[in-house]
């Protein structure tokens, strides 16, 4: 197992704390590695075999433990006695009220949970009911660049950063793709696979959709306007213009459950001088850009919002509340805020005009506050700042700790 130490310093301060650890996020982003290398840092800290109890609900060796009763009574029989049980419960959203099980186990026995699922019925109305103020979260993404050049030592010379950058915006973060040297259409079926098994099992059979045709033409849709504002309205209008009839709350619904798969990050627009959150035109990033790749091939025309889409996932990483920012009638890419500090950010692929210099770094001088603030771009130039604003290259910015 190639190490992701970013996840286990967030996870183990919470060791032996009354609090289920969730550990949340896509399909393959590395969620039931992360719960083994927990357990190896368990018992590197001295608990013994027995003390450690994995179940995985993916697994058909597991299909008859899926009902609450029967999963909490087999759960009992392994506790330790005079000791306490640490449990390590993988995709435990198959289980049905899962939540009853814990809470119960938690209240009843001597024992430290984790839990991991993909699909955000984990964070649902039904976790608040039974185990409010008892279960800590944890979102997982796929690999960050820092994790991606790390995977990629293993079987691959490391180029420079910013070379390195491109392969990372075209294979994305999926760890399945990075465990040995694939071509690009290897790399692209293991990421369709992820896709299909995401959409099928997490979507369509959970929901019972039976027009999949429609849901696709809406993922297609979204996948294809990475950085661009709209509304289900105007999904809808665009399908109409396709001769695909569907109203506006049908859209709405689909582009919920593909959040609750954790396909797609709604990102909602804050404005800046009247400081409130607005609920109109939000836009929508992928949970890695190879997602777009898989299903709608490679264009060149997609790299600038994909660039974006690093971006905004990385912020998400690192625990910010990130926003799209308006300014009059100028867009911030995103404001992102996190314990009181906050920061702006403008992501383009190039500046090759004086226009676009004005553009990128006049919207941020109109900001009149002192909070750092960003142009991020992946093109040469010579560094520097810009009447206070930092200039950096998107791959210095994804591997720097200084915000």
């Not at 607005?278 to 994909?306: C, H, I, N, W």
Request: with cysteine.
């Amino acid at each position: 197992m190639i190490p992701r130490p970013h996840y286990i310093k967030k996870i183990m301060p919470y060791m032996d704390a009354p609090f289920v650890k969730i550990l949340t996020g896509i399909r393959r982003c590395g969620k039931s590695t992360i719960m083994k290398m927990l357990m190896e840092e368990i018992k590197q800290l001295g608990k013994a075999e027995d003390q450690l109890v994995y179940y995985s609900f993916d697994s058909l060796e597991h299909e008859d433990l899926r009902s609450a009763k029967t999963l909490f009574s087999h759960l009992k029989k392994q506790l330790c006695k005079n000791k306490k049980t640490y449990l390590f419960l993988d995709e435990i959203q198959e289980v049905e009220s899962w939540e009853k099980v814990v809470n119960s186990l938690m209240s009843d026995c001597d024992v430290d949970i984790y839990v991991t699922g993909s699909n955000s019925r984990m964070m649902s109305s039904e976790i608040s009911t039974y185990l409010t103020g008892r279960y800590v979260a944890f979102r997982i993404f796929p690999l960050s660049f820092s994790e991606y050049l790390s995977f990629r030592k293993g079987y691959a010379q490391i180029s420079d950063p910013h070379e390195e950058l491109a392969s990372y915006l075209r294979l994305g973060g999926f760890p399945a793709v990075h465990l040995q040297a694939y071509t690009t259409e290897e790399a692209y079926t293991i990421v369709k696979d992820i896709y299909n098994s995401t959409i099928f099992t997490d979507i369509v059979k959970r929901s019972q959709i039976r027009k999949i045709d429609q849901l696709e033409r809406i993922v297609k849709f979204a996948f294809d306007n990475v950085g661009n504002t709209f509304s289900a309205a105007s999904v809808s209008k665009y399908l109409k213009s396709e001769r695909r009839s569907i109203d506006n709350e049908t859209v709405y619904n689909y582009l919920k459950k593909l959040e609750s798969a954790y396909i797609l990050h709604r990102c909602d627009r804050y404005d800046i001088q009247g400081k409130e959150r607005l609920k109109t035109q939000e836009k929508f990033y992928l949970a890695d850009s190879s997602l777009r790749y898989s299903v709608l091939g490679y264009s060149p025309d997609s790299t600038a919002a994909m660039l974006e889409n690093l971006v905004y996932l990385e912020l998400l990483r690192r625990d910010y509340q990130v926003h799209i920012g308006k300014l009059g009638n100028a867009e911030i890419d995103f404001i992102a805020a996190k314990q009181g500090n906050k920061i702006y950010v403008q992501v383009t692929q190039e500046i090759g005009s004086a226009k676009t210099e004005e553009r990128e770094y006049g919207r941020l001088l109109d900001i009149r506050d002192n909070y750092p603030k960003y142009v991020l771009r992946a093109d040469s130039f010579a560094g520097g700042n810009y009447e206070g604003i930092q200039t950096m290259h998107i791959a210095d910015f994804l591997l720097s700790d200084s915000f």
